[in-house]
């Protein structure tokens, strides 16, 4: 294994490293940030790049958080996705190519896009003007 991956596993928790690595998936439900409403901006857990804001996050109620849109076009790629037997687009950081999650064409408008994250690929940063609970 070569040292990024090794420093990676000790940087990372297990469950971080398992989806941010191997494109794994928490479980429906179980992720930190599915209801938080936090103001605030989220950022990769690997190498810190900002990639999504709170402004954009909304209740798709698939039990991951949802984005309509990355921060910035420049913070997130994406590619085809052929496991688990389905097609679908994977999200990756543009920085770190760390796994975020997947993007659907089923999300509100403006752009009708569900960028449906991981929590634990994420480092939710509050707004300095808002200190409040993050549930």
Known sequence: MNDKKEDLKTKLTPEEYYVTQNQGTEPAFSGKYDGVKTP??????VCDIELFSSETKYDSGSGWPSFWEPSSASSVDTEEDVSAGMMRTEVHCRECEAHLGHVFPDGPQP????????SVSLDLKPSDDNEEDEG
Not at 40 to 45: A, E, I, P, R
Not at 111 to 118: A, D, P, S
């Open 111 to 118: 752009t009708g896009l569900r960028y449906c994250i991981n």
């Open 40 to 45: 605030g901006t989220y950022h990769c857990v």
